[in-house]
């Protein structure tokens, strides 16, 4: 496992240890956006992929319609842990709208037993699952990290209306996950021909929205999440054309509406990221130019949400010809 995981994960530890203790508040944009800039492109290594798609679309078919049949669905421990190693294919069929699906289902149907929802939740943390091949040029490992990152944003949802089996630490153990994703995330593709989505960022905003809904999880981890978003977000170099603007933008102005204090500290993320701009000069190459309409996309469809709070309307207004 490339070692850049751990130490990302360890230095998002050490920023939520400082602003817990009053040490970081006004600094983590740039901080986060050093830590975003500091991860290097590791060589290529083969991915692992399943190569059964007929196989398992008969028997996740198979698993659908005994979970129809039963009035109380179960899932056995054995045909839970073949569908999450099916996460990873790149055939649509199985992973979308097969595994996922299914999975979302059986969410929906309380088929899950205490100790397989704890399974989930840890399994789809491991490394080998939500940072595999993280750090590598573009490649099909970012299905399997895209949907766990979307499987765990569910498991977040019927773990707060249903299971409540979830605890403090665990919950402040993903955030720092996600917020190492974040960080780490590189591929941004939305669509993929012949592969279906990938979607790293609407799943990125999924987990982010029902992150911001755990009573446990402290305002200075909230922050932390928010200003990894927003950061990860100026480094993609992939056009967010697919939604991503609207599903990020949801999840900043639902929780700046929660309190003065997320919408101050958006309009503080938005400034660290305008200043960077400032010494900026127009490069002509993709990168530039895709960061930039990213940007005009992200803070288009912020204004377009009537309920934006007043301070954030008033600074967008006050940089609008910058973007």
């Known amino acids: 496992m490339d070692s850049q995981v751990t130490t990302t994960i360890k230095s998002i530890e050490d920023m939520r240890k400082q602003l817990h203790r009053g040490k970081l508040f006004h600094g983590l944009p740039d901080d986060l956006h050093a830590l975003i800039e500091g991860v290097e492109v590791a060589p290529a290594t083969p991915v692992g992929l399943p190569d059964d ?22 899932v056995s421990d054995a045909e839970l842990k073949y569908l999450i190693v099916h996460l990873a294919a790149t055939a649509p069929a199985v992973r979308d709208k097969g595994v996922f699906f299914l999975l979302s289902d059986l969410f929906q149907a309380d088929a899950f037993t205490a100790k397989q929802v704890s399974w989930l939740f840890k399994t789809l943390q491991r490394k080998d699952i939500l940072f595999a091949h993280i750090t590598e040029p573009a490649n099909d490992a970012v299905f399997l990290r895209s949907f766990a990152v979307m499987l765990l944003s569910g498991l977040v949802y019927a773990d707060l209306n249903r299971y409540h089996l979830i605890t403090a630490t665990q919950f402040e153990r993903l955030l720092v996950n996600l917020c190492a994703y974040i960080a780490l995330e590189r591929d941004g593709r939305g669509y993929v021909a012949g592969k279906g989505w990938a979607h790293a960022y609407t799943h990125i905003g999924n987990l982010a929205e029902e992150l911001s809904q755990v009573p446990s999880l402290t305002r200075g981890d909230k922050l932390l999440l928010m200003a990894t978003v927003i950061e990860g977000w100026q480094r993609m170099t992939d056009s967010l054309v697919f939604g991503e603007d609207q599903r990020v933008s949801s999840y900043l102005v639902n929780l700046a509406t929660k309190n003065q204090f997320y919408a101050d500290a958006l309009v503080m993320c938005l400034t660290a990221w305008q200043k960077r701009l400032q010494h900026l000069k127009p490069k002509e190459d993709l990168a530039f130019w895709t960061r930039w309409y990213n940007r005009s996309r992200l803070l288009e469809a912020l204004l377009m949400r009537g309920d934006l709070p007043k301070v954030v309307v008033d600074y967008l207004k006050q940089i609008i010809d910058a973007y």
Request: glycine letters at 0%; charged letters at 45%.
């Open 53 to 74: 798609d007929e196989a398992a679309l008969a028997k996740i078919a198979a698993i659908e319609k005994r979970v129809k049949d039963e009035k109380a669905p179960q």
